[in-house]
Structures are given as structure tokens and as C-alpha cells.
């Protein structure tokens, strides 16, 4: 065999073999990408929501952690309305970013946290009795999937 034969023989099995090893390292980049992306929004979403708390927690006298219900004045309710607003911009935002009807393990892990921070505000009587209200004008499955929550922790 000739050098160019030999050259030849190795180009084509570098097509071969070289050219579907790329592909799956290429492929294999790719959903690492997607995977870090994801888990970049997660916490940044994560971020926003212990800013959130932060404000519940300089809003102490509205007892918005101890599901407490007390008698608020106009000031009060006012603000309170002001940070559930916040808190279902939130909540939609996470939707819409982190969730879809069928996701994989580590989505659907990430989403069950905001599913539990949703589920234990829509335990809260008042929560509720403004959901309709808050709703207004938000994305519509979301709309429908914090009412469901809703309706089974009012049944509960």
C-alpha cells in the first residue's frame, strides 16, 4: 500500500468512526447547555422568592407566614394586596418558565418546590378569597392550575 492509499484508508475511518463520535459529543453538549440553563433559572426563580420573603418579613405585622388572620386596617389590606400581587407574579413567572406536562425527574423536582410554595399559600383562607382578583388578566393555564391547587386546599 501506498502513502496515499494508508491516507485514504484512515480518512475513512475517521468518517466513519470520527464524524458519529461528534455527533454525540455535540449532542451530549447541547442537553448539558439546556440542563445548566435550566438550573439557571430555577435560581434565579429560587433568588426572587427568598427576596420575596424578605418583604413578608418586613410586612410582619400583616401575619402573612402564620396563615394568623387578624384585623387589618385599610393600610394594611392595601399592602397585603400589594404582596400577594407580587407573589402570584411569582408564581406565574416560575410557571412559565419552569413548567411543562411532561417533564423529566430534575424538572419536575424543581417544580414541586414552587408546587408546595403554592399549595401552602393557597392554604391561606385570604389567599384564596383574592385569587379571582389577583388572577386578572394573568396566563390562563396558569390561572386555571393555581385554582386547582386552590380548590383542593379549600376542600381539605
Not at 408564581?91 to 419536575?108: P, Q
Not at 388578566?137 to 380548590?151: C, R
Amino acid at each position: 500500500m501506498s502513502f496515499l492509499e494508508h491516507m485514504e484508508m484512515w480518512s475513512y475511518i475517521v468518517t466513519i468512526f470520527g464524524f458519529p463520535m461528534a455527533i454525540l459529543v455535540y449532542v451530549k453538549e447541547k442537553s448539558k447547555e439546556r440542563e445548566n440553563e435550566e438550573e439557571e433559572i430555577y435560581q434565579q426563580l429560587s433568588d426572587e422568592y427568598a427576596e420575596f420573603l424578605k418583604l413578608v418579613i418586613k410586612n410582619s405585622d400583616l401575619q402573612l407566614r402564620s396563615g394568623m388572620q387578624i384585623e387589618v386596617s385599610n393600610e394594611q389590606l392595601e399592602r397585603k394586596l400589594l404582596i400577594f400581587d407580587i407573589l402570584i407574579s411569582l408564581f406565574e413567572r416560575a410557571y412559565l418558565l419552569a413548567y411543562e406536562d411532561n417533564m423529566d425527574i430534575n424538572k419536575k423536582r424543581r417544580w414541586q418546590s414552587w408546587e408546595d410554595y403554592m399549595i401552602e399559600w393557597c392554604r391561606r383562607d385570604d389567599f384564596r378569597k383574592l385569587l379571582p382578583t389577583l388572577l386578572e388578566g394573568e396566563d390562563e393555564a396558569f390561572s386555571a392550575y393555581i385554582q386547582s391547587i386552590a380548590t383542593s386546599c379549600k376542600s381539605k
